[in-house]
């Protein structure tokens, strides 16, 4: 039993130079890393000493039997009050990797309620290290030692207003709260504040995509914010920035400490990616070093030697790094990879002694392999991860083949500025659920965004996803299970009614033999993704958009799977808390 105690409270602080309140875990943010060895219970007791409602989610833990920790509020339990705490307890059996916790209610993640997972592999887990280092012995034992405890990666958005305060102010005028005052990498960072020719030119293809989705003009402000006004419902104004309608505050620079990480004389490093943002995905490249990407979402894959790792939001990945450069600092960097902003965080991968001054530049060197849009400077030569052909190494773990027992079709459409539905009835969860009796044991489980279709334990479940929106791309997450995806497109439709129509069509997008195994997967915009999972897991589960605003406005959906034969088995511990 690994036992863990997560003490929440509110602070007031300025992680990247500019003072807020902000949340914290034992006292930091993000989180203390909670981990144990796959096999291993975890419990974690949470005292929500803030003053808001709260439940913490294990993101990616599928909760195998214990439907009530999943920590999603009116579904699976009531919130945890102000001055109360509640009991996580769940095992890891069957699973290993990467994974984080985070406040399931409101954004509240956003504000500081997030930290990271790790489960070390079992003994007997097939590992790709030898495909790395090419057979060599030694190297491939480094890296087996590196995964003992991987060093951590995580990137996370920190805006200037609370996460409420965004959302009254994004209900009251309208407005999409599509800007961010940056990045944070391992919760450290700085604002920069690029010139204005450098962001037009990073972001000359997203002003494209937006102004041909549109037929608007547009431009970027300081911020590297898109001035979305002319789709918003409150006109007039540059953008949000989360600042106030009214908003059009010149960018502004701080000093504030970066990320460092030391090479410290190590052949290899091992990095643990996790993007714990609430609004952007990003682009990742380490200057001057390639990246192996080993692990993703809980399974080994196939290793990819790349330069360049799109990091989708709520996502997981372990990458391994050959640290041959001798001497010199190489800038980590996430770039935004969505429309609405161009922004960019570095950390420092450093040769130097430890006890040295930190580096201070801003890093320019002919190692540099993207902008600070995320545009390579080189897409003809420089590898990309792959996320289509990111098959799970052991070759055990594919998808049942045949008919699903059930098909779900969900439509992905912003049905209003600020509300986001993902019913094909334009249905939207709303917000007071978080507050109604869970639904693990309420009497009528039946609300629009309830999906109840009869599915048994054993039963296969494809999930259609078609995301009709022009621009916005949905980073969607099951609870509950991991997925196989066995269809995606970033620019067409499914258009078929399952699987099996789309075979018997021909359908060059189905992938039954290889597909990616994820518990989370981008849908881009006009493209689809169907997810193919076997119900193994009685309970009720969210299936949503991880993208907070959207999440909060909308854009979630509960799943039932078999309730009955787990409704008997619910503690009254947790039915009466
Ligand atoms: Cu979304």
Redesign the pocket.
Known sequence: MQDYELNLTASYDAPNGFYRELFLVNGQQPGPLIEADEGDTISATVYNNLEVPMTIHFHGIHQIGTPWMDGSPGVSQRPICPGESFVYNFTTAGQYGSYWYHAHTRSYYQDGIRGPVYIRPAADRPRPYDVVTGGNESATAILRELERNPTPLYVMDWTKLTSDATYYKEIKYGLDPACILGFLINGKGRVTCPASETIAAAGAGRLEIFQNATGVQSRFDSLGCLDISAVNGYPGIDNVALEAPGFSAPCQASSTEREIFYVNGADWMMFNVINMAGAFASYLSIDGHDMWVVQVEGAFIQPQRVKQLYVALSSRYTIAVHTGRGSGNFAIRFACSEVAQVTEQIAWLSYNAPTASPPQEYPVTPDVYQDIGGNLYDPETMQVFNDTSAAPYDEENRPPQGSAQHTLHFT?NRTSVVT?SMMDSGALMLPEMEHMTPLLWADDVSQPTTVDTGIQMGDVVDLIIDNIDPV?L??MHLHGHSFWVVSESNNELFGYSSVDAALANGASTVNLNNPPYRDGYPVAPGGHAVFRYIADNAGAWMFH???NN??ITG?SAVIVEDLASIRPRIPASVINY
């Open positions: 992905l986001f916005i949905h980073p958009c991880h993208i959207h999440l854009m």
